[in-house]
């Protein structure tokens, strides 16, 4: 089967009830019928669920529709994008150790690489997305990990993971991409090498702003890593956000194509409004990499990036004068969101670092969600007429 009717086919076991719909499992611990079979699932002899924190039914079908569409091997889910993250720097990053990592990403993970880590005596270096020549001057005796978002939260750079793959494997480097802004409906960067892929799938996998939730997928032998980190550390995921995130997988592909459709229509009529100096869409042929997401994307997602004139005033202004359009930090919504990443997401960064990254003063970024695309279009541009240049 195609991986995505692989997704939705594939269900826990039924119960006795032949339900259609899969039931929750709300519990945080479950029985056996005697010692010895407890003996052994304490022993992992056996995949028997012991514990909620260490497995759960809810939870393993959420991983098992999403290594179907990853096309990976084994996954373990976390209870938000973040300890996803966390939890695979810790895994196999220990003291003396040396990250490496595109610069232009979320401002979460920029804290904890920069203020975090360091506390472990895990150095870090930061590598602009674009410069692959830079990649393999940045390696050091003690590095072990290559941390990648691709598109980049915010600023939409592409990072050619075929590339970097082949780097990684020269080097013997573990290779982690953040895969949360294109889905595995877009792209899947074990394809094209990765590692362990990453997503919070809190944003565009859940795609209506209900639930945290987060999961990292890869080979079995590094999930099972993963697996013993997470089941002694605690960061599971609840049986029912993991219910309603299996579920969600179940429109995935149909969501993300209006999603992105919606996108490329409002990127086409904003490029050249004489307001913006600047309008990023990973189909867009003046995008930078354009060439590299035409190979790795089927399409380009639900984010758009444009740049007001005016700074960040001009920013602040244009989200004031929004009518429709939601103002949160979050993204993947079924409703489009404009946030401004210099005075929110990204306001921890210094004004030299945003700017390393591709975040302007007057960068606005756009999860266009799924309403008409005229509609998004119209409240943005009253927007626009009401920010003076």
């Known amino acids: 089967m195609h991986p995505i009717s692989k997704a939705i086919r594939t269900q826990i076991d039924r119960t ?14 479950f029985c056996f019928d005697n010692a010895e079979e407890m003996r052994a699932a304490f022993a992992d002899e056996t995949d028997d669920n012991i514990y909620s924190r260490f497995s759960n039914p809810n939870v393993q079908e959420f991983v098992d529709r999403m290594c179907a569409l990853e096309g990976t091997e084994a996954g373990f889910a976390t209870a938000s994008g973040m300890s996803a993250i966390f939890a695979s720097f810790m895994t196999f990053l220990k003291q003396g150790d040396h990250l490496l990592s595109c610069r232009s990403i979320f401002g979460s993970t920029h804290t904890v690489i920069t203020k975090y880590l360091p506390k472990y005596g895990i150095s870090h270096s930061y590598v602009d997305a674009g410069d692959m020549a830079a990649w393999e001057e940045a390696i050091r005796p003690e590095t072990r990990m290559i941390y990648v978002e691709t598109p980049t939260n915010p600023a939409l750079e592409i990072i050619d993971m075929e590339t970097l793959s082949s780097l990684a494997k020269k ?21 094209f090498g990765a590692d362990l892929v990453i997503h919070s799938a809190t944003k565009w996998l859940d795609g209506q702003g209900r639930v945290l939730g987060g999961v990292v997928l890869g080979k079995k032998e590094l999930i099972k890593d993963v697996y013993l980190f997470c089941r002694s550390t605690g960061p599971s995921l609840s049986p029912f956000n993991a219910w309603l995130l299996s579920k969600s997988l179940e429109t995935l592909d149909v969501r993300m194509e209006r999603h992105a459709s919606n996108a490329f229509y409002l990127a086409q009529q904003l490029e050249g409004h004489a307001r913006l100096s600047l309008v990023k869409y990973p189909q867009l042929p003046s995008h930078p990499q354009y060439a590299i997401a035409q190979k790795q994307m089927s399409n380009g997602g639900g984010i758009v990036c444009f740049e007001l004139k005016g700074g960040i005033d001009a920013g602040r202004n244009f989200l004031n004068a929004l009518r429709m359009l939601s103002l949160s930090a979050n993204l993947g919504d079924t409703r489009s969101i404009a946030s401004h990443p210099a005075s929110t997401t990204h306001a921890k960064l210094t004004e030299a670092e945003r700017a390393a990254v591709g975040i302007s003063a007057g960068l606005i970024r756009i999860s266009v969600g799924l309403e008409r695309k005229e509609d998004i279009l119209q409240d943005i541009l009253q927007a626009l007429e009401k920010v003076s240049t």
């Open 171 to 191: 080097h013997g480097l573990i290779l982690v991409v953040d895969n949360c802004f294109a889905t595995p409906v877009i792209q899947r960067p074990a394809d």
């Open 16 to 29: 006795n009830e032949m339900e259609h719909s899969q039931p929750m499992f709300l519990t945080s611990s």
